[in-house]
């Protein structure tokens, strides 16, 4: 691992202040052999180096300790799986997950007749940046209608917004293709089935709801059922 990621990781800090650690001379690496030749305190770090597993970093003369280390799925979930442990009737997506995985929780949901990207974490604190409203991160979908979209419902939606029980829905939609069935649609919030609400209040029925992107993490080339482990 890269030191500057090692530090970012387990004292809490961006990879640039890392960097800023280690070009002040802040930084000590020390691997067996330095270990027996300097002591403890080991040699300065430089800029763009490796540690190896055994390794001891130190700053400002502490010991930097290595945390445990967190894990972050993205899935592509395929329709009728549904997003909880628990499926009263039907399946969910942890049983298409090895055992090791099945105790991460996702972050945010999707609906069972719902497609698309999911992540899957055991970190608290990505799960609340990724989330929460304040941090506005921004999900894409690919929505098909069972009927065109007509301009002036495409205004309400984009422009004013719908009035739902819970609060107005504003969403982004960008035409897809030939014909205005095929939408793609753009959005911060995280509502329960708040696209196919929003639709719905319009008479419109959803026939294919698919996730695309979640914040800077897309979907990809993962197919229905696959999974792959992402970095922060």
């Known amino acids: 691992m890269r030191l500057n990621k090692f530090l970012a990781e387990n004292l809490g800090v961006s990879r640039r202040k ?28 430089v800029l763009g180096e490796r540690v190896n597993e055994g ?25 009728g799986y549904a997003s909880s442990r628990r499926a009263q009737n039907g399946k969910t997506l ?30 608290g604190d990505f799960n609340f940046r990724m989330t929460h409203p304040s941090f506005g991160k921004v999900k894409v979908y690919e929505v098909e209608l069972e009927r065109a979209l007509e301009p002036l419902h495409q205004q309400m939606i984009s422009d004013f917004g719908i009035d739902l029980p819970d609060g107005k829905s504003k969403l982004g939609l960008t035409r897809m293709g030939e014909g205005r069935k095929r939408w793609r649609v753009e959005m911060s919030e995280g509502r329960n089935r708040q696209i196919r609400r ?4 319009l008479g419109y029925t959803v026939v294919k709801l698919e996730r695309t992107q979640f914040g800077k993490y897309q ?14």
Do not use: C
């Open 198 to 201: 929003t639709f719905g209040a």
């Open 18 to 45: 890392a960097d800023d650690l280690i070009a002040a001379g802040r930084v000590r690496v020390s691997g067996h052999s330095e270990q027996r030749e300097n002591g403890s305190a080991g040699r300065s770090a």
């Open 94 to 123: 942890y049983e298409l997950l090895p055992e090791k995985y099945r105790s991460l929780k996702t972050v945010g949901r999707l609906d069972k007749e719902s497609s698309g990207l999911i992540l899957l974490t055991d970190d």
């Open 55 to 79: 390794d001891e970093v130190w700053l400002d003369g502490k010991k930097v300790e290595a945390v445990a280390a967190k894990t972050y799925l993205a899935m592509n979930k395929p329709v």
């Open 219 to 232: 979907l990809g080339v993962l197919k229905p059922g696959e999974y792959d482990i992402i970095e922060l």
